[in-house]
T-cell receptor
Framework: GNSVTQMEGPVTLSEEAFLTINCTYT??????LFWYVQYPGEGLQLLLK?????DKGSNKGFEATYRKETTSFHLEKGSVQVSDSAVYFC?????????????FGQGTILTVHP | DAGITQSPRHKVTETGTPVTLRCHQT?????MYWYRQDPGHGLRLIHY???????DKGEVSDGYSVSRSKTEDFLLTLESATSSQTSVYFC?????????????FGPGTRLLVL
């Protein structure tokens, strides 16, 4: 079956530090990959996505590249801000007749201090 | 923001009672999903719908049923609530058959089963 593994958290950084959150996946087919973010007390919202190998998704200074050879989709940001404090989820959706069902990683809590 | 509302937003109930959660969308989207969020598990799919009266089970469907009698509403019922169903429940729309489309999440319902 499908699975997503994220690096263990929580992650605590100082403002302007470099961020990496690792994500690896196992999929039976050819998945689309997503990063969602959840701010305190809110639902999830899409941060970025990639639908084929070597695609790079980017948004709000965050980037992730779909690496089929290493089955990875690591999230990076060059300089984090306090407002980036949130929970980050890596997810995949398998192709074919998956009806868009998402498989999520366990989430990584990010706290950024001034 | 995608037009998705969930009701109620918070609920406290007792073990053994039935509970129904409602998801309402104004986007006329075909695909709808119910997930639960628990610490250490990320989000897990309970049930999903690919059209009016078309529903199927997800990863953690035991103890839950759903109904979709019209496009805009997707109901999740806990037939006899148990403490293990204490969780935050999220509805989502989007996804699509090939899973490449973004899913948009509602604000969530926090359920406590005593």
């Amino acid at each position: 079956g499908n699975s997503v593994t994220q690096m263990e958290g929580p992650v605590t950084l100082s403002e302007e530090a470099f961020l990496t959150i690792n994500c690896t996946y196992t999929a039976t087919g050819y998945p689309s990959l997503f990063w969602y973010v959840q701010y305190p007390g809110e639902g999830l919202q899409l941060l970025l996505k990639a639908t084929k190998a070597d695609d790079k998704g980017s948004n709000k200074g965050f980037e992730a590249t779909y690496r089929k050879e290493t089955t990875s989709f690591h999230l990076e940001k060059g300089s984090v801000q306090v407002s980036d404090s949130a929970v980050y989820f890596c997810a995949l959706s398998d192709r074919g007749t998956s009806y868009g069902k998402l498989t999520f990683g366990q989430g990584t809590i990010l706290t950024v201090h001034p | 923001d995608a037009g998705i509302t969930q009701s109620p937003r918070h609920k406290v109930t007792e073990t053994g009672t039935p509970v129904t959660l409602r998801c309402h969308q104004t986007e006329n989207h075909r695909y709808m999903y119910w997930y639960r969020q628990d610490p250490g598990h990320g989000l897990r799919l309970i049930h999903y719908s690919y059209g009016v009266k078309d529903t199927d089970k997800g990863e953690v469907s035991d103890g839950y049923s759903v109904s979709r009698s019209k496009t805009e509403d997707f109901l999740l019922t806990l037939e006899s609530a148990t403490s293990s169903q204490t969780s935050v429940y999220f509805c989502a729309i989007g996804g699509g058959l090939a899973g490449q489309e973004t899913q948009y999440f509602g604000p969530g319902t926090r359920l406590l089963v005593l």
